[in-house]
């Protein structure tokens, strides 16, 4: 007698992803065989591979998150980077542009150099190694500056001999790697004595135009800038990342500021699936000051990490550091900071303020800002947060003067994001910042209306 078949039993059982915690790195490819790559087809000299192996330890020890404070507040989830490739020699479409642009007609002002890595090794390589062995421009403690130390493969290098005042800022521009592939790049500022400077760094699509739309693989950009500011110096910095919906991007920007030295960021965070952004402000000069301020305008289910570390260090030095986030759909924002004021920081006027704007049910901000003090005599150390909707109060205001409330709405948050586009130091990054603002503003409507149709 033939039983019969029981229902299911010949069908092979569903292979279901492994799953990740919300802090395991979404890739592997960093360990000491890349770096081993990386130093042979580039050719690089032994102190350099030496260098390269020994942030690939410090990349394999280190946790991902330092601050215990933090550790709970961190979702790489969104990231699907296990078959990532990253570029040795190569780069997307696009890469290398902006040097090209800068080198064009004129070239660079006397005094102003701006090369790749691979220039500067060549042009200095006694000066290439003093800036490059050791990591001493990057935060010891954090697992994702070694993977920039030991795993970059492009890189620009900028430097302001002291005494010269550049009027025209520097543009500086890194296209989205390509779907499956990786763009891990330093970028190292140096600006010498008395001297001032302005940078813009954008992050935009590739040239290659959009990816194919079922090309479902992710584009990885990892990116350090590190600034060394000598006493009196003055740079200013903007950077606009506008990359497409499935780009992943880690970010570290760490500053050493030396005596009556000045330094302003300004960031503007729009694009990608998933932004990891952490800045480090080092005020060791007496009278050295920082001005910091930082966007986010998400929608869709993009998440924003956003860390900020201040430390004072000498006399009388001044800190003004600002989060904003604007979030519609189902968009995430986690915005930390902590200022430190050390014993020897006399005078200390620093200030942190976090601020989400939740423009929908299903968005959610996080503000966790902070303050370390060991040093009482402070002008002023304080810290401010809040997270909520669009006041209605501001909504009542305008609807009085005759304003439309879709168009309301669009101003108080287009208003709450300008004190970034304000500080763009060139005219057409800053319209153009503009008018991204504004189009992820329209799609955000145009997506709420279909909602609630």
């Not at 007609?105 to 190694?129: K, N, Q």
């Amino acid at each position: 007698m033939t039983q019969d078949p029981v229902p299911g039993a010949n069908v092979p059982a569903r292979v279901r992803p492994a799953r990740r915690s919300p802090s395991d790195l979404p890739f592997t490819f960093a360990d000491a065989a890349l770096a081993e790559r990386l130093a042979t087809e580039r050719g690089e000299p032994d102190w350099l591979r030496a260098e390269r192996l020994a942030a690939a330890a410090a990349f394999e020890a280190l946790p991902i998150e330092p601050n215990q404070l933090y550790t709970p507040y961190i979702d790489l989830r969104p990231a699907d980077l296990l078959e990532a490739e990253p570029y040795v020699l190569g780069g997307p479409a696009g890469l290398g542009a902006d040097l090209e642009a800068l080198r064009a007609g004129d070239g660079l002002p006397d005094g102003v150099i701006v090369e790749t890595m691979a220039e500067w090794l060549a042009r200095d390589p006694e000066g290439f190694r003093t800036a490059m062995e050791g990591g001493a421009t990057l935060q010891s403690d954090d697992k994702l500056a070694q993977l920039a130390r030991g795993f970059w493969g492009h890189g620009r290098h900028v430097e302001i001999a002291p005494g010269v005042r550049v009027e025209t800022p520097i543009a500086l521009r890194w296209p989205e790697p390509e779907p499956g592939r990786a763009l891990l790049t330093r970028t190292i500022v140096s600006v010498g004595r008395g001297a001032s400077a302005s940078l813009v760094e954008e992050l935009v699509p590739g040239a290659g135009g959009p990816a194919d739309a079922t090309d479902g693989r992710q584009g990885f950009f990892h990116g350090t800038t590190e600034a060394i500011l000598a006493p009196g110096s003055t740079l200013a910095l903007a950077s606009i990342q506008v990359f497409g919906p499935r780009a992943v991007t880690f970010q570290h920007r760490r500053a050493t500021i030396d005596d009556g030295a000045s330094l302003q960021w300004a960031l503007a965070q729009l694009g990608g699936r998933l932004v990891r952004s952490r800045v480090d402000n080092r005020l060791e000069g007496d009278r050295s000051s920082v001005e910091q301020v930082e966007i986010v305008f998400g929608g869709g289910e993009q998440l924003f990490d956003l860390t900020s570390y201040t430390r004072h260090i000498g006399r009388d030095t001044t800190g003004n550091l600002l989060s904003k986030g604007a979030l519609l759909d189902r968009a995430r924002s986690f915005m930390k900071g902590l200022i430190t004021i050390e014993k020897t920081a006399i005078g200390t006027d620093s200030f942190l303020g976090e601020f989400g704007m939740n423009l929908s049910k299903a968005a959610r901000a996080v503000a966790i800002p902070s303050l370390e003090i060991d040093q009482p005599d402070c002008r002023r150390a304080a810290h401010s947060s809040s997270v909520g909707p669009i006041d209605p109060a501001q909504l009542f205001y305008l609807e009085s003067r005759g304003i439309s409330p879709d168009d309301a709405r669009k101003f108080i948050v287009l208003g709450f994001l300008e004190p970034v586009v304000a500080r763009v130091p060139l005219d057409e990054p800053r319209d153009r910042l503009r008018e991204l603002l504004d189009e992820k503003w329209a799609e955000g409507a145009a997506t709420e209306a279909s909602a609630a149709a």
